[in-house]
């Protein structure tokens, strides 16, 4: 394989594990939500504000690592 093909797997990788990781992270985060809004139905505002903070932070972490991807697809530095 050359070093292109290891930038395109690398790429799929961190796109495809980042997707993953997020969408676990919410929906045990949404899962942990609706549990303790069970449980004490008075706290439900301040809970929901506090869910799509983290469900922003979780997503920027993907978005993240879809913008390194991105970086290393089109600006490849092994392509001379």
């Not at 929906?27 to 303790?36: F, R, V």
């Not at 301040?46 to 993240?64: H, Y």
Request: hydrophobic share 60%; with cysteine; aromatic share 8%.
């Amino acid at each position: 394989m050359t070093d292109v093909a290891f930038v395109a797997l690398a790429c799929g990788m961190i796109i495809g594990l980042g997707a993953i990781g997020a969408c676990i992270g919410i929906a045990i985060m949404g899962g942990k939500y609706l549990e303790a809004a069970a449980r004490q139905p008075e706290l439900m505002n301040t809970l929901q504000t506090k869910m799509f903070v983290l469900a922003g932070l979780i997503d920027a972490a993907f978005l993240i690592g879809v913008g390194i991807a991105m970086m290393f697809a089109f600006a490849n530095p092994f392509v001379s």
